[in-house]
């Protein structure tokens, strides 16, 4: 009998990918939907072979009702303290009310294990969600993928194709930056959600890749010579990224403020993925930096 597995934030970038390939894979795929979702949205998703329920959000009953019988719920939801930590902390009460066995958080980002608490907002809520989902009688697995590799095409400063260059702080020319497509993390994220040995973390990256590899990456894919060039130290960094967040508070209310985005930038300078777990499912291919590169630049 195929598994069941029911997905939140089914309707996000990453949400509907997951549902793709758990269906390609054979699975029973359940979409939990917030009531008054886009009747194109819903389609969507039906299309791509999940039962879509629409659930109230707020009633916990009415969420274990929903996800009963499933082998694992797996959330792909986006957002701040309401959504990362209020809304996953009631998903998580149905799914263990419901007896589910497995969860997987929506985690998606670099490993913060390791890192200091305070340094990065986005990673605090991860943080705070985690204490409550290590305390529940639940096995649960998080998947951490690094940077979606889609910033790259975002002219950020680690590679700007409007500057040309290349950028880097400290003198990390050659430290390992972890990205990953999000069609990588989502086939990823398929197999974990039926594996029911999957371990507590999971890091995988479809390329690492220093500052100084990119630019030769960057060279072979368009014939041209980015500047690899030094930033500022990481310390000046942390400062700045301070600063810019103390300047402009309503970036409290937004999920990618710009010092969110040095926030983000700096912990891929402080911490890469040493245990990847790319090879746990042998049949998985990753995309390669220079495939990666070479399906967005000329
Ligand atoms: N590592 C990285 O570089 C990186 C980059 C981007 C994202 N991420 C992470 O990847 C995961 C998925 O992100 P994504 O880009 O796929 O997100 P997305 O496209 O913005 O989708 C967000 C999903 O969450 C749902 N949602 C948001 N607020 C909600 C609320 N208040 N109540 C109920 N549902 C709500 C949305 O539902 P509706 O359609 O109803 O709004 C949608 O299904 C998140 O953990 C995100 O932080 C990581």
């Known amino acids: 009998m195929s ?25 029973q795929v359940q979409a939990i939907v917030r009531p008054g979702t886009d009747s194109e949205k819903i389609q969507t998703l039906q299309q791509s ?15 274990a009702q929903a996800v009963a019988g499933s082998h694992c719920v797996v959330s792909a939801l986006a957002g701040l303290g309401e959504v990362i930590i209020d809304l996953q902390k009631r998903v998580l009460e149905a799914t263990v ?21 305070g340094e990065n907002r986005n990673f605090d809520l991860r943080r705070e969600f985690r204490s409550h989902l290590d305390r529940a009688p639940i ?10 590799a889609d910033i790259l095409q975002y002219n950020t400063p680690i590679l700007n194709l409007k500057d040309k260059s290349i950028g880097y702080w400290g003198d990390k020319a050659d430290w390992k930056l972890d990205f990953t497509t999000m069609d990588d993390t989502a086939a990823f994220t398929a197999e974990v959600a039926l594996d029911e040995e999957s371990p507590r973390d999971l890091q995988i990256a479809s390329f690492q890749v220093s500052p100084r590899s990119l630019w030769q990456d960057v060279k072979t894919a368009t014939d041209q010579e980015f500047r690899l060039q030094p930033l500022s130290s990481l310390e000046d960094f942390a400062a700045f990224i301070k600063k810019q967040r103390a300047d402009y508070p309503a970036g409290e209310q937004e999920l990618y403020a710009r010092w969110q985005q040095g926030q983000y930038m700096y912990s891929m300078f402080t911490t890469h993925h040493t245990k990847v777990a790319n090879k746990r499912y042998p049949h998985l291919t990753w995309t390669s930096s220079l495939d990666f590169i070479r399906s967005f630049v000329r």
């Open 49 to 63: 072979g999940a039962e879509v329920q629409e659930v109230d959000l707020t009633i916990v009953n009415a969420l």
């Open 97 to 117: 009310q419901a007896g589910v066995p497995r969860f997987i958080p929506s985690d998606f980002c670099t490993d913060y294990t390791d890192l200091v608490p």
């Open 3 to 27: 598994k069941k597995i029911t997905v939140f934030g089914a309707t996000g970038n990453l949400g509907n990918r997951i549902i793709r390939e758990l269906s390609r894979r054979g699975a």
């Open 139 to 148: 096995q649960a697995s998080s998947i951490f993928n690094g940077a979606f």
